[in-house]
């Protein structure tokens, strides 16, 4: 049998008892079924003639054993969309009331820092009203996962599945959409294995009392479109802040020694380091800076600066917003404008030439504005790649420092591969 990280999954829909439904996956890339508990022995048998059939042991993220196994399968993940949730009563105003965005990228990569190296799966609860979902559902929601690095199993709603399963034309249209897409996700995979390139690093051990504000504070920053790498405090090393601008340090005990050290030489070197009072009291040298700031003191130390929250930390969504604004956003290695609903993931291949930006649409509908990608890095070519509509070669423009690219029209996933003139 393959190994976990070569599974490509599928979630067998509980409808299908006929063995001869297999057919359908002959001509995708599925090579993984989660067969259900009540699978019949002559199902079950011609499954695992040509498909690895495992029984997945799925678990909620706060209590996942990231230690163990080669898969960490997650189960409590959400839906990606465009969330309009009603409250009876409620008012709902702000950056977190609706419209809101269900998204997973967050979790991801959470779960690839505390799992380094093992094969990460992510699946929801189904979505309200599952007989509405379109093939921009489906594939918003492979898309997702895949572009982070993760994989999530296809699953298909009961209606979709029994349609499917009689030969109704828009059935097999959508799922010939689904498989494509499945299809063209696996074939550029090599993206979400670089190294994401951000120049904020989020450190936090994502336990016990630090497990919402850490988790929050990587949702509400992702949505800001402030990339960012992850690090526990027990694993940490000084090669963590390679690259660097502004380490945010989320717990509130004290900082480690082992993580001290090379934060206290990060900071005298240039860097931002964001924290509470008592991890903040690791920082030796610390001056008062004549700057000032409503939320936070500012010290300088060395050639850098720590900024030490005045409270303990009570709206991640204005932390995320402080950091973003404290370490500059002349740092944003890329920029999106007219960004709307859309979210990007960041990356670059192993020897610097080349980045990676993966977006994804989660209104799923062409923004009627034009979208552009930005960055002060030199480049020499760009491609615009959609699984539907291949690959087109887009024009540079540049103006004052700056190199910018106008996206064509997509409603759900693209992804602009930018070569650069020199080492990024």
């Not at 502004?246 to 717990?251: E, G, Q, T």
């Amino acid at each position: 049998m393959s190994s976990s990280s070569e599974w490509i999954p599928l979630e067998w829909p509980a409808s299908w008892k006929d063995p001869a439904l297999l057919k359908h996956l002959d001509a995708g890339p599925f090579n993984c079924l989660l067969l259900p508990p009540d699978a019949s022995p002559d199902l079950r048998a011609a499954a695992e003639k040509k498909f690895a059939c495992p029984t997945v042991a799925w678990q909620k993220a706060e209590e996942a054993d990231w230690q163990k196994g080669d898969l960490i399968a997650i189960k409590d993940g959400v839906w990606p969309d465009l969330s309009m949730k009603e409250s009876a009563g409620d008012a709902q105003a702000g950056p977190t009331g609706a419209p809101w965005l269900d998204a997973n990228g967050w979790l991801i990569q959470m779960a690839r820092c505390r799992a380094p190296g093992k094969t990460i799966w992510i699946r929801s609860d189904p979505p309200e009203h599952a007989e509405r979902l379109t093939p921009d559902h489906y594939v918003l929601a492979l898309s997702e996962a895949s572009a982070y690095g993760a994989r999530r199993p296809l699953w298909l709603a009961p209606a979709h599945a029994d349609a499917l399963s009689r030969g109704v034309g828009a059935a097999v249209n959508t799922w010939d959409r689904i498989v494509k897409a499945a299809r063209w996700q696996e074939e550029h995979r090599n993206w979400a294995q670089w190294t994401p390139f951000a120049r904020l690093l989020i450190i936090s051990d994502f336990s016990g009392p630090n497990a919402y504000h850490a988790s929050e504070v990587l949702n509400l920053s992702a949505r800001r479109s402030l990339s960012f790498r992850v690090a526990e405090p027990g694993r940490f090393a000084a090669a963590d802040l390679g690259g660097i601008k502004a380490a945010l340090y989320v717990d509130a005990q004290p900082m480690p020694a082992p993580v001290a050290a090379p934060l206290q030489k990060f900071v005298e070197s240039g860097g931002l380091l964001l924290c509470m009072k008592g991890p903040g009291a690791a920082i030796r040298n610390a001056r008062p800076s004549r700057e000032t700031h409503p939320r936070f003191d500012l010290f300088e130390c060395g050639k850098g600066r720590v900024a030490v929250s005045k409270t303990e930390w009570e709206d991640q969504y204005v932390l995320a917003q402080d950091a973003h604004l404290l370490m500059s956003r002349r740092n944003d290695a890329v920029r999106l404008f007219n960004a709307g609903s859309l979210m990007l993931y960041h990356t670059a291949s192993p020897d610097g030439k080349t980045w990676a930006v993966q977006l994804l649409n989660y209104t799923r509908f062409a923004p009627a504005h034009s979208v552009s990608v930005q960055t002060w890095q030199a480049v020499k070519s760009a491609r615009f790649l959609t699984p539907e509509g291949g690959t087109a070669v887009l024009e540079i423009h540049r103006d004052t420092g700056q190199y910018e690219v106008y996206l064509p029209r997509f409603s759900v996933y693209a992804a602009v591969e930018l070569e650069l003139t020199n080492h990024a």
